[in-house]
């Protein structure tokens, strides 16, 4: 797979299931961030049924693929206005 084709905010799809975490294969999420050091993984959110906050798990680049599909089916849990690094920060020590 091409590192530099997956993107922060692209769908991906899981290639197979993660039991531990109730995540399926097909399951769509979608990319939270990127992490490069002696490989490439991606932070990837699920939306989840069981609670309001998605599920959010660290993923390597051979367990997921581009979701082509239709963008609805993954969600954040998050709203589109959530800014987590300025929320963050500001909970920070000035």
Known sequence: MDKHAISVEDHVRLIKSIPELLLHRGDVG?????????????????????SQFGIRTVLREDEVAMDEGNEESAKPAFSDDYDGFSQVSAMLPS
């Open 30 to 50: 979608v990319v939270c961030s990127i992490w490069h050091s002696a490989s490439c993984a991606f932070e990837v959110e699920f939306p989840s049924t069981e």
